[in-house]
């Protein structure tokens, strides 16, 4: 079954530093499986696609912006991707856009939600205090991952 895995927040509460990190983590286990990678113009944001066996993982970490994340959207499913983990602010059209998009691809529905969406709640001034929430939210990120292709 297909599925979205999306973390969602506030502007600046470090979704995409979180996602940067989670690249970082999924490299140093599986850059062997990576099959596309693109680094936005900003060298930032990425979009990044890893292959195990027959199953295509896609992560992008731009979702500030509808369009943003249906680029982002469109362009994972076009590389063929089973499972896709993303970010989308909290408010705003882009989780409506991912609602259409899983619905439309997926066969999202209130009986068959494939969207599973994770809170990223907390950045503070205090660098150790949002790296530790950082690292904590790669984490799970990273364990939702290793359970698909476990």
């Known amino acids: 079954m297909k599925k979205l895995f999306i973390l969602y927040g506030a502007g600046n509460k470090g979704k995409t530093t979180t996602f940067n990190k989670l ?7 599986y850059l062997d499986k990576l099959v596309y990678f693109s680094r936005h113009s900003n060298n930032i944001d990425f979009i990044a696609v890893f292959q195990y066996e027959n199953m295509r993982i896609g992560f992008y970490s731009s979702g500030d912006s509808e369009w943003e994340i249906s680029h982002n959207l469109y362009e994972l499913h076009h590389k063929q991707c089973d499972f896709i983990f993303g970010t989308s602010r ?3 059209a882009g989780c409506e856009m991912l609602e259409k998009f899983a619905t439309l691809f997926y066969g999202h529905s209130e009986e068959n939600d494939v969207i599973e969406w994770f809170a990223k709640e907390r950045a503070t001034d205090e660098d150790n205090m949002k790296d530790e929430d950082n690292m904590k939210v790669t984490k799970t990120l990273f364990s939702a991952m290793e359970k698909l292709i476990k």
Do not use: D, P, S, Y
Not at 23 to 29: G, H, Q, S, T, V
């Open 90 to 92: 909290t408010r705003g």
């Open 23 to 29: 690249l970082e983590k999924i490299n140093a286990k």
